[in-house]
Structure formats: C-alpha cells, structure tokens
C-alpha cells in the first residue's frame, strides 16, 4: 500500500528566508504532483514531477524527484508572504490515476 | 487547464437526509475522482467515477453510502446518503483528461451535517 508522508508539518518561516518540504512514498510510482490550498479555496496545481531527477521551477518555488529515494523536494528561495499556504504532494499510485495525498504542510511566512 | 464547477458551493443538512453533489467539467474529460477533505486533513479518494459503468471505490467507502453518476464525459454526481456529522467534510471533484495529465481539481463543495 502506497503511504507519502511530508515533513513538516507546520513551518513558519521569515520573510526573505529559505526552505525545504520534504515528501517521501513508499512504492514505486511514476509521477508526483504539488499543489497548493489557500484557506477555504481548492488546490491548485503547481507541479508535476514524471521522472528521476525532474526539476521544476515557478517564481521562488522549487520541486525535484528522486525516484530512487523516493523522496521529492519543494524548495522555497525567499520567502514572501504571498506564500503562506498549505501545501501538498500527491503520488500516483499506478491505478488509473489514483492519487494518495501526503498530510500537507502549513506553511506561514511572517514579515 | 481545465475549467470545473460543483454545485452547491456549501449546505447545511440535517442527519438523515442525502444531498447530491454535481461536478461539471468545460470540456471532455476521460478520468473524474470525488475525493473528501475532512477539517484540518488531507485528501482521500472516495472512487473514481468511470464513464458508462459502475465507479470504483476506494477502502471504506461503499456504493450505498456515496453513490456516483457518470452519464458523459463532463459531468458526474456524487451524493452523500443518510448524512450524519461524521460526514461534514468538503467534497472536492478532480479531473484528468489521461495517465500523464495533471489532475485538476474543483472548488468544492462544503458540507455541514447537524
């Protein structure tokens, strides 16, 4: 059974700092996805990641793949406000485009 | 991209009684998915909901509970039978026109059961 976990959980960063959510799964898949939710709001895709070593860039976002550890990162280069958002990775789990969702993590940027 | 609506926005139902989730897509879709977002979780899906015959339903989740209605290829139904408060959640639909798509997701629909 598929399993994706992402850590942290909750993260509160400063303005104009770096960091990194990490989402590790369990089993093979073949694409792993980011998205993001605003409060109240649905999710809204940032990222699909198809293949070892994809990297993918959009403003101060940044998201890889490792296949082989399993593992996908999303980077955050100076954070600003305008981030603050709960993020999540999903991984295909190889039927029919099932997704299995990691638990999110809250991120909160403060001035 | 592609352009999903749900109807209702949100509602506020009595235990016992059932309400019908509808999920419109702009354009044909081949794969649609309810998934349910209790508050303050993640995501999980409920079934994926297969043009021209029966869903498919995920662990725990069961045809007499949360029946599905695909009848084309931009529009399915999800209703949420025999509410109780356990099932205050928000219904969230997700479309992907193939395997190598992004998933797309609806604004959801926000369920309150008293």
């Known amino acids: 059974e598929l399993k994706v976990e992402q850590n942290p959980l909750f993260l509160s960063m400063q303005e104009g700092k770096n960091y990194t959510i990490y989402c590790n799964y369990s089993t093979t898949s073949d694409r792993l996805y980011w998205y993001r939710q605003d409060p109240g709001k649905s999710l809204e895709s940032l990222f699909v990641l198809l293949s070892n070593g994809a990297v993918k860039q959009e403003g101060r976002l940044m998201a890889s793949l490792d296949t082989k550890a399993r593992l996908s990162t999303l980077h955050i280069t100076a954070a600003v406000h305008d981030l603050s958002a709960t993020y999540f990775c999903?991984?295909?789990?190889?039927?029919?485009?099932?997704?299995?969702f990691g638990q999110g993590t809250e991120l909160s940027v403060k001035p | 991209s592609a352009v999903i609506s749900q109807k209702p926005s949100r509602d506020i139902c009595q235990r016992g009684t059932s309400l019908t989730i509808q999920c419109q897509v702009d354009?044909?879709?081949?794969?649609m998915f309810w998934y349910r977002q209790q508050p303050g979780q993640s995501l999980t899906l409920i079934a994926t909901?297969?043009?021209?015959?029966?869903?498919?339903?995920e662990s725990g989740f069961v045809i007499d509970k949360f029946p599905i209605s695909r009848p084309n290829l931009t529009f399915s139904t999800l209703t949420v039978s025999n509410m109780s408060p356990e099932d205050s959640s928000i219904y969230l639909c997700?479309?992907?026109?193939?395997?190598?798509?992004?998933?797309?997701f609806g604004p959801g629909t926000r369920l309150l059961v008293l």
């Open positions: 909901a297969n043009q021209g015959s029966e869903a498919t339903y």
């Open positions: 999903a991984v295909d789990d190889n039927q029919g485009g099932k997704l299995i």
């Open positions: 354009s044909q879709v081949t794969m």
């Open positions: 997700s479309v992907a026109r193939g395997n190598q798509e992004t998933q797309y």
